[in-house]
């Protein structure tokens, strides 16, 4: 689902965010992306969603080459992307079921699937019954999950997550955790940035380290005890 051979980008200004990385992750696979702050994970997803450009190698996702992607093109490659981000980026002045029904309603599904689709994945989260609130009025967990419902409800092959529990405790943060699982286990490729060591040891998955830049751990299998970081 994800291919990377030898990426680099460098930033105009002559920064080096990425090095040389290459990985491959197939689909319903779910896995993380560790690293130092700086060390380019949030680069890493962005050429991921063609919001950059690798100066060098090759990023293909689902079976497509995205160098070569013509701009115009680009927005129907997002749709096959769900993304969930740390501070969740919903609307206080809409409501639940509007702010997961945005994606549908800018790639113009009609009316009446706008409402079964937005329910199913309120219904996935476990907010079916806060479809009328604000968000405001939702814990910062819920909120989360609101911010999911919304990158799920195209149904997308790919789901990208920058620090998802940055801001929840842990009982919350095992809580959307296990919602990711739960879309890996039926076929969704999963890849979630994040800091929070004792949770991705605790999940025994997939580690992708990057270290300025280089991806130190997880482009080959190496053993048990690399890839959890013991
Ligand atoms: N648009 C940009 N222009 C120039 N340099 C950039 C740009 N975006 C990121 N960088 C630099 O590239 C490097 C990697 O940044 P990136 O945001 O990918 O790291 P990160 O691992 O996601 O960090 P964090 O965990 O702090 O979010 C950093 O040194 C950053 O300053």
Redesign the pocket.
């Known amino acids: 689902m994800i291919e990377f051979e030898k990426v680099s980008k460098r ?3 002559g ?1 080096t ?1 990425l090095q040389g990385v290459s990985f491959e992750m197939s689909r319903g696979e779910l896995a993380f992306l560790t ?10 997803l962005k050429l991921i969603m063609v919001m950059e450009r690798p100066s060098a190698g090759n990023v293909i996702v689902g079976g497509q080459q995205l160098n070569a992607l013509p701009r115009r093109q680009i927005p129907f490659i997002r749709r096959h992307i769900g993304v969930v981000f740390q501070n969740h980026q919903l609307l206080f002045d809409r409501t639940v079921f509007d702010n997961v029904a945005m994606p549908l309603e800018v790639t113009g599904v009609p009316h009446r699937e706008i409402g079964r689709r937005v329910r199913a994945a309120l219904d996935k989260v476990g907010l079916l019954s806060k479809e009328k609130m604000n968000p405001i009025q939702l814990s910062g967990g819920e909120q989360q999950r609101v911010g999911i419902a919304r990158a799920v409800v195209n149904k997308p092959p790919l789901l990208l997550a920058d620090e998802p529990t940055g801001n929840l405790d842990p009982a919350l943060s095992a809580d959307i955790m296990h919602l990711f699982e739960q879309f890996s286990q039926v076929g969704v490729t999963v890849l979630i ?1 994040s ?1 929070d060591i004792a949770l991705i040891r605790h999940l025994r998955r997939r580690v992708l380290t ?1 270290s300025n ?1 280089q991806m130190t751990t997880g482009d080959a299998m190496p053993g048990e005890e690399v890839l959890y970081g013991h």
């Open positions: 930033y105009e200004g920064h965010a690293g130092h702050s700086g060390a380019g994970k949030s680069t890493l940035a800091h990057l830049g």
